[in-house]
């Protein structure tokens, strides 16, 4: 607005000028603007007098003008720079003193849901892209991210992947996510691995390589397509329990540690219904093995995994109530 403010009084100065030195207001228009679009280099009409003065103002003024412009122009993009300089230095900050979180790679479909789900979740994550265009969406959205290719380990090691807890990867290609696993499980053998494969003959091949689950978009899809048909109220239900955006019909699960109190008790006796509000659907015992439905007379043994189903915020009365035996 300023330098517009400063043209367009020096193309007034200009005008009124040559007019007042005798030219017609057609030819002082052309004369001004022949001067100030060529900073001065234009043909002159005026050699000597009040008229040489102007024209040597006007020279001034255009190249002052363009000078500044030009200052102005350097100033915001060295400005642009440094903010997104120390952007990325504050979040690569932030990401280096993460632990226990996600990794995403790949902002694909896929990984957009993934990063709603982890955000709806309230879990912390880190999304590995290279593709510019996703990086604006990142950039946009606010999200953790690391620019690179997730084949590679020092990329991989820039997200933070020695600390983190789980890796998702849904890059668009499965040769690519087996590299990703490969990679991340190299890097952390501790770590929770879940890979994307277009084809389900390649599943067990992500198995080998490390992964712990594998999984077909395409077979899941065409399950809930066939549910959708014959049982849906039940796929309805289903879809209500899995979403971590619907509070009231949750599923969670919860570790029962060695020291708690309900080691050795069955489920009547332990009185989670009660204390909690948690229906236990089923048991993951140490063993690998999975007690669905689980009687009252089901015991509790340690390092069990106690499956529930309740009211989302009640998770945390009975983690609580595992861990120490009250609310």
């Avoid at 979180?101 to 790949?106: D, N, P, R, T, V």
């Avoid at 979740?121 to 290279?130: H, L």
Wanted: aromatic share 6%; proline share 3%.
């Amino acid at each position: 607005m300023i330098l517009a403010s400063l043209v367009l009084s020096l193309v007034a100065v200009g005008w009124i000028g040559f007019m007042l030195l005798g030219m017609s207001a057609g030819d002082a228009a052309e004369a001004t603007i022949n001067i100030l679009s060529t900073c001065g280099l234009g043909g002159a009409p005026f050699q000597t007098g009040a008229g040489s003065v102007l024209i040597v103002f006007l020279q001034a003024g255009s190249i002052a003008i363009v000078a500044v412009a030009i200052a102005s122009l350097s100033q915001v993009m060295l400005l642009g720079t440094i903010r997104k300089y120390m952007g990325r230095f504050r979040m690569d900050d932030r990401i280096n003193k993460l632990s226990n979180h996600s990794i995403i790679a790949g902002y694909s479909l896929t990984g957009m849901s993934l990063a709603q789900d982890l955000i709806a979740e309230d879990q912390t994550f880190v999304v590995v892209e290279r593709d510019p265009e996703k990086i604006l969406k990142l950039e946009e959205k606010g999200l953790l991210y690391v620019e690179g290719d997730a084949t590679e380990e020092d990329v991989l090691r820039k997200a933070g992947i020695e600390r983190a807890r789980a890796l998702f990867a849904v890059l668009s290609h499965d040769s690519d996510n087996l590299m990703v696993v490969l990679s991340a499980r190299g890097l952390n053998d501790k770590l929770t691995i879940v890979s994307r494969s277009t084809r389900e003959d390649y599943l067990q091949r992500f198995i080998r390589a490390g992964a712990n689950a594998a999984m077909s978009p395409q077979e899941w899809a065409s399950r809930r397509m066939i549910q959708a048909v014959l049982r849906p109220h039940l796929l309805k239900l289903l879809s209500s329990l899995l979403d971590p955006t619907v509070a009231h019909a949750y599923l969670d699960e919860v570790n029962v540690p060695q020291t708690s109190p309900m080691v050795g008790k069955t489920l009547a006796e332990s009185g989670i219904r009660k204390a909690s509000g948690i229906v236990i659907l089923g048991i993951a015992r140490k063993s690998g093995d999975i007690v669905s439905s689980p009687g009252p007379e089901t015991p509790i043994q340690a390092e069990d995994v106690l499956i529930g189903y309740g009211q989302r915020a009640n998770f945390a009365s009975l983690a609580n109530y595992v861990r120490t035996g009250s609310t």
